[in-house]
């Protein structure tokens, strides 16, 4: 089973020992080839330093309330610079098309499965529209089936009824 990416955007994030307020959880960060959990993006409203990136081995505890983590942090003033490998959930998948290998439209990602216990993306949640989805409901793809991240799009291998 996994955890929705939606669930958990907005959280907040404090320091375990400290119970230092850090934000709200804004993105995940992924590996592209491997689907390995990079790290967590906290969001505050500071004017200086709005994002604060947490390594996953940093990350301490998930619960309904709130994550807590050790440590700062690494600041950052605009965006967290990603390198090439790094994939950005709230950028780089969500909400892009979805494509089958041979082309076909699958519909866009609505949603992003995590397990959290493993430290993996686990699955990819696509839908057409709002009406499609409630007649025939969304499609699961799960990650170790996505072939290639675009610019614009996803490329799945196949996909299974939700």
């Keep these: 089973m996994y955890e929705s990416f939606l669930k958990w955007k907005g959280k907040k994030i404090y320091g ?15 590996n592209k080839d491997t689907s390995m ?3 967590i993006i906290s969001k505050n409203d500071s004017l200086i330093y709005k994002h604060r990136l947490f390594l996953i081995k940093d990350v301490i505890k998930w619960d309904e309330v709130c994550i807590y983590v050790k440590g700062y942090g690494e600041k950052f003033v605009k965006v967290v610079p990603l390198f090439e490998n790094f994939k950005s959930c709230e950028n780089d998948i969500y909400g892009k ?14 949603n992003i499965g995590f397990n959290f ?19 025939s409901g969304r499609l699961i793809c799960p ?12 490329v799945l291998e196949k996909a299974d009824k939700f």
């Design 16 to 30: 375990k020992d400290t119970n230092k307020y850090y934000g709200r959880l804004s993105d995940i960060l992924v």
């Design 37 to 39: 959990i990079i790290g």
């Design 97 to 110: 098309s979805a494509v089958y290998s041979d082309g076909t439209r699958a519909g866009r990602v609505r």
């Design 117 to 135: 216990e493993a430290g993996e993306l686990a699955a990819f949640e696509v839908g057409s529209s709002l009406v499609q989805d409630l007649l």
């Design 143 to 154: 990650a170790q089936n996505t072939v290639n991240y675009l610019q614009d799009c996803i």
